[in-house]
Nanobody, 128 residues
């Protein structure tokens, strides 16, 4: 059972920045370099949508068109942590943000069905 914990959410003004963290662990031991990790978000009344993904070994990344150029995903395998740096935030970015992990190391996906392990999420609110 992979355990994921998100942190770093909060309230920020439009145009501001925020960095989210997703730390993974497992009772038997966890190696981030064997998992692809993605960030998703869900606003009230809306379906969950993919935001960004980073592959396990090669570090390839993908982004939703709505965040491309503003968000950057990265990871630190030694810390079993994936980050989402969010710049130039807009009110439309307001949502509950989740990280998810897949044991398929070459996966690069923004589809919820491709991920089996999920964190509890962290709230991001962009408002003046």
């Amino acid at each position: 059972q992979v355990h994921l914990v998100e942190s770093g959410g909060g309230l920020v003004q439009p145009g501001g920045s925020l960095r989210l963290s997703c730390t993974a662990s497992e009772a038997s031991g966890f190696s981030l370099d064997l998992y692809t990790v993605a960030w998703f978000r869900q606003a009230p009344g809306k379906k969950r949508e993919g935001v960004s993904c980073i592959s396990a070994s090669d570090g390839y990344t993908s982004y939703a068109d709505s965040v491309k150029g503003r968000f950057t995903i990265s990871k630190d395998d030694a810390k079993n942590t994936v980050y989402l740096q969010m710049n130039s935030l807009k009110p439309e970015d307001t949502a509950f943000y989740f990280c998810a992990a897949s044991a398929h190391p070459e996966l690069l996906s923004l589809n919820t069905v491709d991920f089996r392990n999920w964190g509890q999420g962290t709230q991001v609110t962009v408002s003046s």
